[in-house]
Structures are given as C-alpha cells and as structure tokens.
C-alpha cells in the first residue's frame, strides 16, 4: 500500500523554467491538497481539492495552478518559477471519514 | 495574519519526562484540531486530534487538551522518548462549515535528550 506518492523527489530549475509536480495517492480518498513548507512559516496550503472535479485556492496560491486529473492524481504546475517559489512541496489526501490528512514524502524544489 | 501559532520555535527535554508543546488560534469557528508530527526528510504523520465538543484526548503517551475560552491547545508527550525528537504541527479547520481545509502553525522542533 504505497499512500500518497510525489514526483520528482527534488528538481532544480532556473527562473521562468515551468514543471508539474505530480501526487498520486491509492487510499480512494475524495480531498487533496498541495502545500508548502519554508523555514519558520510551517505548512502552507497552496490548492486543494474537495473532490473530483472540484479546485480551491489555498493561502498562497499566486504563481501555481492545479490539475485535478481524477480521483486519484492531483498535479501541481509552476508555469514561470521565481527563487520565492523556492520550498519543500507536500501533497496530502484526505477524506470525510477520516479527519486527518496523509502526506506525501515531499519535493524539494530549488529555483536559481 | 497567523490564525495559528505555535510561540515557541524549540524545545528540549530530557528523555522520561513530559513534553508540553502549545498551540494558540485566534479563529473561534474552527472545531477540529490535529497534531502532526515530522522527522527530517518525510512528509508530516498524523498524531492525534480533537474535536471543539471534548477537551481532552488520550491515546497512548499522547494527551491533546483543547481549551476553547482561551483559543489554546496542547499536546502532552509521557514520557518523552528519543524517538519523539521531531518537528510537531497543529493544525485547526472549520469542519462544521464544510470545508476540508486546514491551517497550520509553524511549527515546534522538540528534542529528547537521552
């Protein structure tokens, strides 16, 4: 039972480069969600998904876009990266059932 | 604005002993609160949650006390462990109102030191 998985684990990218970070996630939860993590600011909620076909804007989600692919996949696009996009990306799923949130292993994302 | 703050950044405490580690919010519509905890290099782990009609939750070393006048939680460790050093996260929603959204502090960094 892999749980949520993230791709790439790392990525480096020069500024106005574009990338996808992918979320696949295999415990037929409905919700998902992108967030990130930078020093001294915890975890910030960029997107989220309450369900298929469904996307909201988190706290920060200037500079991003999402694709909710189906109930499984939920991909996270930078189409013009900045150094301030710079972080540890997480991707989590959740369900109504279950009130906590599971978490991916994270992409640490790196912008020159 | 910080709807959810975890004030103190670090804490160390000797192994066998309690671990307080607090968390304040300034949004009195939020009714779920959650306890995460994360270690170098993964993706946080759930730990423990609460909901706003209990005050208190118990499972294993881990006690979550929800006080609600003063918008404040608290996460118990007994004993602490080496194995609890890591980062912990609370995190609250308004689950009453739909949402699935949660917010998160910023974090404390607890180390247990043997």
């Known amino acids: 039972n892999a749980g949520v998985t993230q791709t790439p684990k790392f990525q480096v990218l020069k500024t106005g480069q574009s990338m996808t970070l992918q979320c696949a996630q295999d415990m037929n939860h409905n919700s998902m969600y992108w967030y990130r993590q930078d020093p001294g600011m915890g975890l910030r909620l960029i997107y989220y998904s309450a369900s298929e076909g469904t996307t909201d804007k988190g706290e920060v989600p200037n500079g991003y876009n999402v694709s909710r692919l189906n109930k499984r996949e939920f991909s996270l696009r930078l189409e013009s990266a900045a150094p301030s996009q710079t972080s540890v990306y997480f991707c989590?799923?959740?369900?109504?059932?279950?009130?906590?949130?599971?978490f991916g292993p994270g992409t640490r994302l790196t912008v020159t | 604005d910080q709807q959810v703050k975890q004030n103190s950044p670090s804490l160390s405490v000797q192994e066998g002993r309690i671990s307080i580690l607090n968390c304040d919010y300034t949004?009195?519509?939020?009714?779920?609160f959650l306890w995460y905890k994360k270690y170098p290099a993964e993706g946080p782990t759930f730990l423990i949650s609460i909901s706003s009609i209990k005050d208190k939750n118990e499972d294993g070393r881990f006690t979550v006390f929800l006080n609600k006048s003063a918008k404040h939680l608290s996460l118990h460790i007994v004993p602490s462990q080496p194995g609890d050093s890591a980062v912990y996260f609370c995190?609250?929603?308004?689950?009453?109102?739909?949402?699935?959204?949660?917010?998160f502090g910023t974090g404390t960094r607890l180390k247990v030191l043997a």
């Open positions: 995190a609250a929603s308004e689950r009453g109102s739909g949402t699935y959204k949660y917010i």
């Open positions: 949004n009195s519509m939020f009714d779920y």
């Open positions: 989590a799923s959740g369900s109504p059932a279950a009130y906590e949130q599971y």
